[in-house]
């Protein structure tokens, strides 16, 4: 039997942030440290938005450990 071909590397894809509106209100939730209404807007993003699942996963996991400096952060570094 002949080998199987290595796997191609995994690679990185750039996170698709959401639409300006619902980075406006999870920035909100964030200076105010309201951890359900975090959570309620990336509920919000994941069924209006859900290729951007992989970012709103990262930030749910963030929130659970009430890291809201780190979500601030990633909200930064999105695209204008």
Do not use: N, S
Not at 35 to 64: H, K, N, S
Request: hydrophobic fraction near 45%; aromatic fraction near 6%; charge should be negative.
């Amino acid at each position: 039997p002949t080998a199987a071909p290595p796997a191609a590397p995994a690679v990185a894809l750039p996170l698709c942030y959401p639409h300006a509106a619902a980075r406006a209100a999870l920035a909100e939730g964030v200076a105010l440290g309201y951890y359900r209404g975090i959570m309620t807007t990336l509920d919000q993003i994941e069924r209006q938005q859900p290729e951007c699942q992989p970012l709103v996963q990262q930030m749910r996991d963030l929130a659970r450990q009430f890291q809201f400096d780190a979500i601030h952060q990633l909200l930064q570094q999105a695209p204008p």
